[in-house]
């Protein structure tokens, strides 16, 4: 039985459901896995005539948890045997991360439209993964951005361009700088907002429109309008995303903040790198359990 989702298939749609509420729904090698899995099972599924993935909780993702992935990375850094600290593995370390992407590519290259309905935070690893899908909605509280191109990281999935074009890409991947959903919106990164208390039913009443549609109709037009955005290189920019995420989180100020991390805590380390730019985690907060993921 999984354990950070959810799944069912009604009047043609399959529901995934992310269920890590409390966790914020934060990235995990077990989410990647089971994400995988249901994604695959539903695009098989002849009842199912388009895929809908949405969240538990306040947040849909919040990000890689970046209590394992920074705790990996200084593992990594640690002086071997021979006294000698490890040189950095780029062809690992693309193999590791591609996993992850392999499984958010899957929104893209299931032959059934996918549709995502996002609440609250959808940041860092989160964007890496709803990005992929085809349509996204989001309730109006919903916030997105990608933080880590501050320090540490860099979009895996590339997709920022293709979805809102080049300048607005760069205004938001040179800042990190958060994105309200109705900004979201007006910028072409997703499709529409709704009312919070309003979002899954809208969300779910979209999807089952869309439903209605043969699959074999519903097949060859999402691979119709794929196909433009495949023959503008989106694979090739895919790989060096890939490729520069690893750089980036091995920069001398990568390894610094990893180093941090492991000194005071990561979500400290993370308002420290957000605290000059006042967003996100480091807005003023009604709680300590903002999420803080990568």
């Given at each position: 039985m999984a354990e950070t989702l959810r799944t069912y298939c009604l009047n043609g749609?399959?529901?995934?459901?992310?269920?890590?509420?409390?966790?914020?729904?934060?990235?995990?090698?077990?989410?990647?896995?089971?994400?995988?899995?249901?994604?695959?099972?539903?695009?098989?599924?002849?009842?199912?005539?388009?895929?809908?993935?949405?969240?538990?909780?306040?947040?849909?993702?919040?990000?890689?948890?970046?209590?394992?992935?920074?705790?990996?990375?200084?593992?990594?850094?640690?002086?071997?045997?021979?006294?000698?600290?490890?040189?950095?593995?780029?062809?690992?370390?693309?193999?590791?991360?591609?996993?992850?992407?392999?499984?958010?590519?899957?929104?893209?290259?299931?032959?059934?439209?996918?549709?995502?309905?996002?609440?609250?935070?959808?940041?860092?690893?989160?964007?890496?993964?709803?990005?992929?899908?085809?349509?996204?909605?989001?309730?109006?509280?919903a916030s997105f951005g990608y933080p880590p191109s501050r320090v540490w990281g860099t979009?895996?999935?590339?997709?920022?361009?293709?979805?809102?074009?080049?300048?607005?890409?760069?205004?938001?991947?040179?800042?990190?700088?958060?994105?309200?959903?109705?900004?979201?919106?007006?910028?072409?990164?997703?499709?529409?907002?709704?009312?919070?208390?309003?979002?899954?039913?809208?969300?779910?009443?979209?999807?089952?429109?869309?439903?209605?549609?043969?699959?074999?109709?519903?097949?060859?037009?999402?691979?119709?309008?794929?196909?433009?955005?495949?023959?503008?290189?989106?694979?090739?920019?895919?790989?060096?995303?890939?490729?520069?995420?690893?750089?980036?989180?091995?920069?001398?100020?990568?390894?610094?903040?990893?180093?941090?991390?492991?000194?005071?805590?990561?979500?400290?380390?993370?308002?420290?790198?957000?605290?000059?730019?006042?967003?996100?985690?480091?807005?003023?907060?009604?709680?300590?359990?903002?999420?803080?993921?990568?």
């Amino acid at each position: 039985m999984a354990e950070t989702l959810r799944t069912y298939c009604l009047n043609g749609v399959g529901h995934i459901v992310l269920t890590r509420a409390a966790e914020y729904n934060t990235i995990t090698p077990a989410l990647r896995d089971e994400l995988a899995q249901a994604i695959d099972e539903s695009d098989r599924d002849e009842a199912v005539h388009v895929i809908l993935l949405r969240a538990e909780g306040p947040a849909f993702c919040a990000g890689y948890g970046l209590d394992w992935s920074t705790s990996g990375q200084a593992r990594e850094e640690t002086a071997s045997s021979t006294g000698h600290r490890r040189a950095w593995d780029s062809t690992s370390d693309i193999a590791m991360i591609g996993r992850f992407v392999d499984t958010y590519m899957k929104l893209w290259y299931a032959r059934k439209p996918t549709v995502a309905a996002v609440q609250g935070w959808c940041i860092g690893g989160g964007t890496d993964m709803v990005l992929c899908a085809d349509i996204i909605l989001a309730g109006e509280s919903a916030s997105f951005g990608y933080p880590p191109s501050r320090v540490w990281g860099t979009p895996t999935t590339a997709m920022w361009v293709y979805r809102m074009g080049l300048e607005k890409a760069k205004r938001y991947l040179l800042t990190g700088d958060e994105i309200p959903a109705a900004t979201a919106a007006k910028i072409g990164l997703i499709l529409e907002t709704f009312p919070d208390t309003k979002l899954a039913e809208s969300a779910i009443a979209f999807a089952e429109r869309m439903a209605r549609v043969p699959i074999n109709q519903l097949v060859m037009l999402k691979l119709l309008c794929n196909q433009t955005v495949e023959n503008m290189g989106m694979a090739s920019s895919r790989t060096l995303g890939m490729l520069f995420d690893g750089v980036a989180r091995h920069t001398q100020e990568g390894s610094d903040f990893v180093g941090r991390a492991q000194q005071v805590g990561f979500r400290q380390a993370v308002r420290e790198r957000d605290d000059p730019f006042g967003d996100y985690g480091s807005r003023p907060r009604k709680s300590d359990n903002e999420p803080q993921g990568r």
